[in-house]
């Protein structure tokens, strides 16, 4: 990865970031490679890398895009409507930003394992009205929803979980209540990070995590703040992009959970996944088989 790309993740990192991306993904330690405002660079980076070698091999565009938080700048950057450049230096502000609002109220994430729609709504109107303040934060896929709140709020969910119909709770391990009002400082923040921004007409459509819907040109912007505190649509995001008439989904970049999530939403796709530069000659062959 990092020789295929030595001066993307080497020395252009390097300038913006003001600390060694290459050191710390390859050295760590891992508390603070995982650390928000360290991980959001480098998987957004490493991600790109990994698109623009996809990209070269395969040669052909994708119809339409999408990311799972994070991954939505990605996403936006392989459409050329963000630079690389750019797109570094807003992930490297939000995920400061973010972790700075964590620090100021300590909160989380959990899990509504077996969960659907309702059930949620259900746990959130219930914590609401014992003064709670938990609330949706990511609908990922069908009976995969995740809620945010505090540090409270998850113990109460984790001792009631039960009784509200949900299987279990389970807390993730993340540095704060993301996509949530916890998270408002940290938009604030953003917005005016982003106004220094110039976006471009993406190439080819890229879904907006907080409307399920492509991205208008002139709102990516404000579209990225609301990301910050809004839940991610992720679910409907991938039947949008079935509805369009896609039929094959390609995961790109670290791990494959937006690969395990297309599978449960739309089961009748064909799903590959571009972890790391191995996977791109044998997932390439697969889909020129089929272009």
Not at 16 to 26: F, N, Q
Not at 93 to 109: N, Q, V
């Amino acid at each position: 990865m990092f020789e295929a790309h030595r001066e993307l993740l080497g020395s252009t990192a390097n300038q913006i970031l003001g600390w060694s991306l290459e050191e710390m993904c390859l050295e760590g330690p891992a508390e603070e490679l995982t650390r928000t405002e360290h991980a959001q660079p480098a998987l957004f980076a490493v991600a790109y890398a990994t698109w623009i070698s996809f990209r070269q091999r395969v040669g052909i565009s994708p119809s339409v895009a999408a990311g799972h938080s994070l991954g939505e700048y990605t996403a936006l950057a392989a459409a050329g409507s963000l630079t690389f450049e750019d797109g570094l230096r807003l992930v490297a502000e939000r995920g400061r930003f973010m972790a700075e609002a964590a620090d100021a109220a300590p909160s989380g994430m959990a899990a509504l394992l077996g969960a659907d729609r309702a059930t949620a709504d259900l746990v959130v109107q219930t914590s609401e009205s014992q003064g709670g303040t938990l609330q949706i934060a990511n609908l990922n896929a069908p009976g995969q929803i995740v809620v945010a709140g505090s540090d409270a709020d998850l113990d109460w969910l984790e001792s009631n979980a039960r009784d509200l119909g949900v299987r279990r709770a389970v807390r993730l391990k993340v540095a704060g209540a993301f996509h949530s009002s916890y998270m408002s400082s940290a938009a604030d923040k953003l917005a005016k990070v982003i106004e220094g921004v110039q976006f471009s007409t993406p190439e080819f459509d890229v879904v907006a995590n907080a409307s399920a819907s492509p991205h208008e040109p002139e709102q990516i912007g404000n579209a990225l703040v609301e990301q910050v505190v809004s839940p991610v649509q992720f679910e409907s995001s991938l039947e949008a992009i079935e509805t369009s008439g896609v039929d094959v989904f390609v995961h790109i970049g670290p791990g494959d959970v937006t690969a395990g999530l297309a599978k449960r939403t739309v089961p009748d796709a064909q799903v590959f996944t571009v972890s790391k530069m191995d996977d791109i000659d044998p997932v390439a062959e697969s889909l020129g088989t089929m272009v």
